[in-house]
C-alpha cells in the first residue's frame, strides 16, 4: 500500500509508520477553519463530559459533513504522496480538552469484511503533541493479534491491558506529522495535562475496492456470529457510530458469519508481539520491556 518500500516494510513489521504529512501553515490553516466550525455547530456534550469531542459523534449532520469537506481535499492530496490502492471514507475533528485523563488502551472496530487486509487510521495532530497533552501511544506488532473487534465483543487483553500500555511508543510530533496506522494496532492517548486544547485531524482509509462494514454481535444467537452490516449504505457519515451500536441506524445486511473469536493469554500476546522485535531501533525500548514482561510470566 506505501510507495515506498521502506514505509511498507516498516509499516508490515510495526503496524504504523510515522510521515510528514501535512505543512506546518497548511495544519494552522484548517485548524482554523475547524475551530470555527465547531463554534458554529449546535451545542452538543458528548458522553462523558466535555473532555474528548470527535465529530463523527456529534449529532448534527451538517457539522460531521462539514468537518469532512474541509479536511477531506488536504488528507486526500497528501495521502496520495505515500499510499496507492486506498481511498479516504472520512475525515473528522478530534478535540481533548485541557486536564483530560488518558484513554484506555483499544483497538478500533473492524471494519472490513476480510479483516486480513487492513483499514488505515491516519492520526494527523494539528498542534505539537506529546506525553504532557496527549499523544497516541502505539504498541508496535499488534496488529498481528486475532480476533474481529465491534461493540459488545469482550476484550481479550482487559485482563493485562495496563501492563501492554506500557510497552506501547509515544511520539512527539509535530503540527502536520503523522500516525498512519492499522487499524488492528492497539493503542490509547496519554493525558493532556495542559490548559490549552490538543486538536487532531482523524481519517479513515479504506482499500479501493472494499467497502465499510459494521461487526454487529448478535446476542439473539447467544454471540456465537456476527451479522455483517454495509455501513456505506446511505453514506459513512449520514449516522454516527452509537446508532450502529445501539441497532437504532438499520443499513443493508450482507449475512451472517461465525464468530471465531477467541481468549488470548498474556503468554500467547507475547509470543505474537515478540516475532516483530527486529523493528527499528526507535523502538527497542519497548521490547526489552516486552523480553522481560515475557521472562516474568514464564517465569
Not at 510495526?14 to 458554529?40: C, K, Y
Not at 451538517?62 to 481535499?73: F, L
Not at 487486509?117 to 497516541?136: H, I, K, Q, Y
Not at 462494514?213 to 447467544?222: H, K, M, S
Request: net charge neutral; charged share 25%.
Amino acid at each position: 500500500m506505501f510507495k515506498d518500500p521502506a514505509l511498507q516494510d516498516d509499516f508490515e513489521r510495526n503496524g504504523f509508520v510515522i510521515v510528514d504529512l501535512l505543512g506546518g501553515s497548511q495544519a494552522a490553516e484548517l485548524l482554523e477553519s475547524l475551530i470555527r466550525l465547531e463554534a458554529d455547530a449546535p451545542a452538543w456534550t458528548p458522553e462523558g463530559g466535555e473532555t474528548l469531542r470527535q465529530s463523527f459523534f456529534h449529532p448534527d449532520s451538517a457539522y460531521r459533513a462539514a468537518v469532512d469537506k474541509a479536511g477531506r481535499g488536504l488528507l486526500e492530496e497528501a495521502l496520495a504522496r505515500f499510499v496507492s490502492g486506498y481511498r479516504l471514507l472520512a475525515a473528522g475533528h478530534f478535540i481533548k480538552g485541557p486536564h483530560t485523563p488518558a484513554m484506555n488502551l483499544h483497538r478500533d472496530w473492524t471494519v472490513v469484511r476480510d479483516p486480513q487486509f487492513p483499514s488505515l487510521n491516519v492520526w494527523c495532530p494539528l498542534v505539537p503533541v506529546d506525553e504532557r497533552n496527549g499523544t497516541l501511544a502505539v504498541l508496535p506488532g499488534s496488529q498481528a493479534l486475532p480476533n474481529v473487534e465491534s461493540a459488545g465483543v469482550p476484550r481479550f487483553y482487559a485482563a493485562y491491558g495496563e501492563v501492554l500500555k506500557t510497552l506501547c511508543v509515544r511520539p512527539s510530533l509535530a503540527p502536520g506529522q503523522t500516525l498512519i496506522f492499522d487499524n488492528r494496532v492497539m493503542h490509547w492517548s496519554t493525558p493532556n495535562a495542559t490548559e490549552a486544547p490538543r486538536h487532531v485531524l482523524r481519517g479513515i482509509c479504506m482499500p479501493a475496492d472494499e467497502r465499510m462494514v459494521f461487526y454487529r454481535l448478535d446476542v439473539d444467537a447467544g454471540g456465537r456470529r456476527f451479522e455483517i452490516v454495509d455501513v456505506e449504505d446511505g453514506g459513512v457519515l449520514s449516522g454516527i457510530p452509537d446508532d450502529l451500536e445501539m441497532g437504532s441506524s438499520r443499513k443493508r445486511s450482507l449475512g451472517y458469519i461465525p464468530n471465531t473469536n477467541r481468549p488470548l493469554s498474556r503468554s500467547e500476546c507475547v509470543r505474537i508481539l515478540r516475532r516483530q522485535e527486529t523493528g527499528p531501533v526507535w523502538h527497542r525500548g519497548p521490547l526489552r520491556a516486552l523480553a522481560r514482561w515475557g521472562t516474568r510470566l514464564s517465569g
